[in-house]
């Protein structure tokens, strides 16, 4: 089994974690969006990380579908719960953590974009952080003191939550998001402790 992707994707970093935490063997293969001839092109039609290369050949692909797979191929403690209301909660946390990283890629795209048009983007870039900020304001709200953000256990909203939060760490580090949500804090000082999360770290 191979992962296609970049270290520096989030989206790519959910998925090895999620592969790690359920010991699911994998190759990871370094990816250059810009290669029209790498082997993303023959993997996924929309050129887009990560794309998962199943044993048998064939190929799975956006981070969501991907990690629902591992989930379900691997036998140990379930990221993503089988209950459908318990499920559809999990799916919602991961819905919003993507959504975060969402936003902080579209303002990182138009930073580099303001450099050319003289910063006639900021309109965007206050629309896309204010989904950030509602985004970090939800999941604060919802985590409140809890030790795990749904189940009491690991699960695949802690995994995208905190990976939604380094990569605002690393793309928007005047964001200081740890100031106004405590409970975010601490969920991520404790992931980021985990093997799984050191180990992707890029």
């Known amino acids: 089994m191979k992962i ?10 959910k998925i090895r974690i999620v592969a790690l935490e359920k010991r699911i063997p994998f190759e990871f293969q370094r990816i250059d969006l810009l290669d029209p001839n790498s082997e993303l092109s023959g993997a996924n039609p929309l050129g ?26 691997a036998p140990g403690p ?7 209301e318990d499920r559809a909660e999990v799916k919602r946390w991961e819905a919003v953590a993507d959504g975060i990283m969402d936003a902080t890629v579209a303002i990182s795209h138009d930073y580099i974009l303001s450099d050319v048009d003289g910063g006639g983007l900021a309109w965007s870039n206050a629309n896309q952080q204010r989904k950030i900020d509602l985004g970090l304001a939800l999941m604060e709200r919802e985590l409140g003191a809890e030790e795990f953000c749904y ?4 699960g695949l909203a802690d995994i ?6 380094a990569y605002l760490d690393h793309v928007l580090p005047k964001a200081e998001w740890r100031k106004a949500h405590p409970g975010l804090r601490g969920l ?5 402790a985990r093997d799984s999360f050191k180990a992707t770290r890029h």
Do not use: Q, T
């Open 4 to 13: 296609l992707g970049s270290p520096g994707s989030p989206y790519v970093r």
């Open 48 to 73: 887009k990380i990560p794309a998962l290369i199943r044993d048998n050949g064939k190929a799975l692909y956006d981070s969501s579908v991907i990690a629902e797979y591992l989930d379900a191929l």
């Open 78 to 84: 379930r990221l993503i719960p089988e209950v459908l």
């Open 151 to 154: 189940g009491g256990r690991l």
């Open 160 to 165: 995208a939550c905190v990976v939604a939060l």
């Open 188 to 192: 991520f000082d404790r992931m980021e």
